[in-house]
């Protein structure tokens, strides 16, 4: 006799409709922006009423804030040491995205979103606390990056170098957006080396004997 799966528990159906809206989260803030992207419409996505999005988050912000807090921990694998090979910049998006089967408009669509909402936050005295951790969140894996990578006679502390680290790899994301130009993998490596550990990076663009 086929044995019947176990009905889900409460919480587990709660957990199943709060991805659920987060999946359609993205694509609805993707595809029309942080401002004009509408609850109703996230809902109808998700194939929920506008009633299950407010019994899971507080407001569009909270929203918005969820979708961010589970890109940030798909993306956590992208922060890798810049000694191992030459990447993307995280912060565009494109090797998480081809990892998860993004197309890139989305990733775009949702980067730009990010920025409505980061300027929407920041002068929000509610939503700016939340916004700061998240960014501190970010800073804390650059300056793990900078702890490991950096040279031993570095004199700058691992956090001055984190932040110049976020500076190249999230300046990289906003230049792509505004002017569609992604550096290349192996420059923007380079870059990256020279921050944490000059003269190993020196080391490594010298000829081979």
Do not use: W
Not at 30 to 45: K, T
Not at 47 to 69: E, I, W
Not at 165 to 188: N, R, T, Y
């Amino acid at each position: 006799m086929t044995q019947r799966p176990e009905p889900l528990s409460r919480r587990d159906r709660q957990q199943q409709t709060r991805d659920a809206l987060i999946s359609a989260a993205r694509d609805v803030f993707a595809e029309d922006g942080y401002h004009s992207a509408s609850v109703d419409r996230i809902a109808r996505e998700a194939g929920f009423s506008k009633g299950a999005v407010y019994s899971n988050f507080q407001d569009k912000p909270s929203l918005f804030l969820a979708v961010m807090d589970q890109n940030l921990e798909l993306a956590e694998v992208d922060l890798r040491d810049p000694f191992e090979q030459a990447c993307n910049p995280a912060s565009t998006g494109k090797d998480l995205a081809q990892r998860e089967g993004y197309p890139p408009s989305a990733t775009q669509g949702f980067a730009l979103a990010t920025l409505e909402f980061i300027a929407s936050a920041a002068r929000d005295e509610k939503v700016a606390p939340q916004l700061h951790k998240r960014l501190a969140d970010v800073l804390g894996h650059y300056n793990e990056i900078a702890r490991t990578a950096r040279a031993d006679d570095e004199t700058l502390p691992a956090s001055a170098v984190g932040t110049l680290l976020a500076a190249l790899d999230q300046g990289a994301g906003l230049i792509l957006l505004a002017a569609d130009v992604l550096p290349d993998p192996e420059v923007f490596r380079a870059g990256m080396l020279r921050l944490v550990d000059p003269a190993r990076a020196l080391e490594e663009r010298q000829p081979k004997a």
